[in-house]
């Protein structure tokens, strides 16, 4: 178990890179339009962030089983600071573009850092807690990192976003360095048991208990980044006739559910198992995009968003738990990385695909239809797990 000093740096570290990131995606519109681009492609550096994560996500989890838990953390905030800071110098798109990638590479070597760590530092029966913890204050930047870049970037310039991203990074490096967050270090595997990184996933992808942790990562991603980010707020204002800062505050107040979403399945997981928190998770999901088309007006659409958000705080934890659940020894890193390459294509494809449905469907089909596909995937968790024997957590 972690001690008291290393776990509060640990935390720190956590707090610090959330901040960092959510008020960095915050300017970075802004600092596009600085750069020249058309509006069209304001997005752009959002699409290679999470096409950079879909490439690393496997090959960052295998890295992190050899290398140790705690010496990836410190390469992710490293490499972070640096190819975020490099991107700052450059007044070239397509050179920034590039460099941002390798920011959106360090990002998904941290991301599945902080969970593994959590995850094997925890006590036994705690694990889902534990998780989801973590993944709670990790949210923490929805809520504080935007106000501090507005303010920063309306005083300084939107450029201020590459040293708000990348001294408080040097920051958590350093306190990753001073402070070890716990003793994940890689087990000695004997020369028998080293296999490759192909034969390991491959055997992975042989358990059902995995697959639900990737449809169930897909789906969160998807529907999240294409509904949640996109759709919704376009509904809202096109068709229920919301003001842009209507759905600022809207979505920001649903970013504090999904926090407690996360909370809750992290607790919901040790007792009832997370493989049941993830069915709960889905179905949740399926009303909240059900209900959004019935609802109108300023409540109506905020307890529709705040639903949604907090189905996906909810899966964002359980997910996580049963990937890490399904892998055996020195398969965390490889099982959360393959897991979270699901959702990257979740995060990448949703955008496009949801707007898409939006534009040539309606809403009143697309909101819907997410919402049949959360239904089937419920469906078809409980006949993967049908075979397998219920597990609970204990709660101390």
Request: with cysteine; aromatic share 12%; proline share 4%.
């Amino acid at each position: 178990m972690m001690t008291v000093r290393p776990y509060l740096a640990f935390l720190t570290v956590v707090a610090i890179h959330s901040i960092a990131t959510s008020g960095a995606e915050a300017l970075l519109p802004f600092y596009m339009k600085f750069l020249g681009a058309s509006t069209a492609l304001a997005g752009l550096p959002f699409a290679m962030n999470s096409l950079s994560r879909f490439f690393t996500d496997p090959l960052a989890g295998a890295a992190s089983d050899r290398l140790g838990s705690k010496w990836f953390l410190l390469l992710a905030c490293l490499l972070g600071a640096l190819f975020s800071l490099l991107a700052g110098a450059t007044s070239q798109l397509a050179i920034f573009l590039a460099l941002w990638a390798f920011v959106g590479a360090s990002e998904s070597m941290f991301a599945l850092s902080i969970r593994k760590i959590a995850f094997e530092n925890a006590p036994p029966g705690r694990e889902g807690r534990a998780v989801g913890n973590v993944t709670t204050l990790y949210g923490i930047g929805n809520v504080v990192g935007p106000p501090i870049a507005g303010s920063l970037g309306s005083r300084l310039g939107t450029q201020v976003l590459f040293l708000m991203y990348g001294a408080p990074l040097l920051l958590c490096a350093a306190l990753s360095w001073l402070y070890p967050p716990g003793g994940s270090q890689p087990k000695p595997i004997q020369q028998a048991e080293r296999r490759s990184f192909f034969r390991e996933g491959r055997d992975l992808f042989k358990s059902r208990l995995f697959w639900v942790a990737c449809l169930a990562m897909f789906f969160m991603f998807f529907a999240r980044w294409g509904g949640l980010k996109v759709a919704f707020p376009l509904f809202a204002v096109e068709e229920r006739g919301l003001s842009i800062a209507d759905v600022g505050s809207i979505l920001g107040v649903a970013g504090g559910l999904d926090m407690l979403g996360r909370y809750l399945a992290g607790r919901c997981s040790d007792r009832w198992g997370a493989r049941n928190a993830v069915a709960w998770g889905l179905f949740a999901s399926a009303l909240g995009f059900t209900a959004i088309i019935f609802m109108s007006g300023y409540a109506g659409l905020l307890t529709a968003a705040c639903g949604m958000a907090l189905a996906f705080g909810f899966l964002n934890v359980s997910s996580t738990t049963v990937a890490l659940e399904a892998a055996g020894n020195n398969q965390g890193g490889l099982a959360l990385g393959l897991a979270r390459w699901f959702g990257s294509m979740g995060s990448t494809t949703g955008p496009f695909l949801i707007a898409l449905l939006a534009e040539t469907l309606g809403y009143g089909i697309v909101f819907p239809l997410v919402g049949l596909l959360a239904i089937g995937l419920v469906a078809y968790v409980r006949v993967l797990l049908r075979s397998l024997l219920a597990v609970s957590g204990t709660v101390g």
